[in-house]
């Protein structure tokens, strides 16, 4: 008895996974300095957790300067873990140019993929691209999302999706606003995420910490290192993947 036991917690331990969700650290928003400290004491307590990831749900930086980046990338990259970045609208702007989406592309890689871990696939989208109709690129961006969310449906991971903008606030039906995708782009979105079993809808923007759950899907965005607009403690969210469990905790700076 002791041996089994000790055989199913060690099991457990192996097949459970850590990762950290932060939101809009917006260097310049909070005040700049300010805010580059924050994300500093954000690194610092991530790498003291140990997570096996890091996800950034867009909004870098305040305004898209190559000094903003630069501050922005010198603290990410303390990071002593893999990191993953969905741009938001102050990355691209609210309707994003064919030069803004070449120069975020150029300066900080893809801004819609896929990256694979133990137990996660996490499908990076570029919410700007759903929020306006951008010519090709909205298009083509949807019909990527639809044919990798088909290809990961065969696998024995969970799938999770993380981008900017919320899919809604409040109500799943609620009319379009600043703080929310437009009605046919989100039901698109929320019947692609059922068919194909997403367990989780990541994103941030709203500045407030929202937590919502749609046939099954846990869609939440959390709280930010630059301005939450509830007067909620600055910091982030950390996920705890296990094999029958999906769980999210507030870790404050």
């Known amino acids: 008895i002791f041996l089994l036991i000790g055989c199913l917690s060690w099991d457990q331990q192996v097949s459970t996974l850590t990762f950290i969700q932060m939101c ?3 260097i310049g928003m909070g005040g700049y300095e300010e805010d580059i400290i924050r994300l500093d004491q954000a690194v610092n307590k991530a790498n003291a957790l140990g997570t096996d990831f890091v996800i950034v749900c867009g909004d870098l930086v305040h305004h898209a300067h190559d000094s903003a980046y630069d501050d922005f ?3 990410i990259n303390q990071l002593k873990m893999p990191y993953l970045l969905a741009p938001g609208n102050h990355d691209l702007g609210n309707i994003p140019s064919d030069s803004a989406l070449r120069a975020y592309r150029a300066r900080l890689g893809k801004d819609y993929f896929v990256s694979h871990h133990e137990q996660v696939s996490m499908v990076v989208i570029n919410t700007q691209l759903i929020k306006q109709n951008v010519p090709i690129e909205s298009d083509r961006q949807m019909k990527w999302i639809a044919a990798t969310l088909d290809s990961l449906s065969s696998t024995q991971q969970k799938v999770f999706v993380m981008g900017h903008y919320p899919l809604f606030t409040k109500e799943v039906n609620e009319e379009e606003n600043y703080f929310n ?4 782009q989100r039901t698109e979105l929320l019947q692609l995420f059922e068919s194909y079993g997403v367990g989780a809808y990541l994103s941030g923007h709203k500045h407030e910490l929202l937590v ?3 046939a099954g899907i846990l869609l939440v965005s959390g709280e930010t290192t630059s301005k939450n607009f509830d007067q909620r403690p600055f910091g982030f969210r950390q996920w705890t993947i296990g094999r029958l469990s999906i769980k999210h905790e507030f870790i404050p700076l």
Not at 181 to 184: A, S, V
């Open 24 to 26: 809009d650290p917006q």
């Open 73 to 75: 990338e010198a603290a």
């Open 181 to 184: 995708l437009p009605e046919t």
């Open 212 to 214: 919502n759950e749609h």
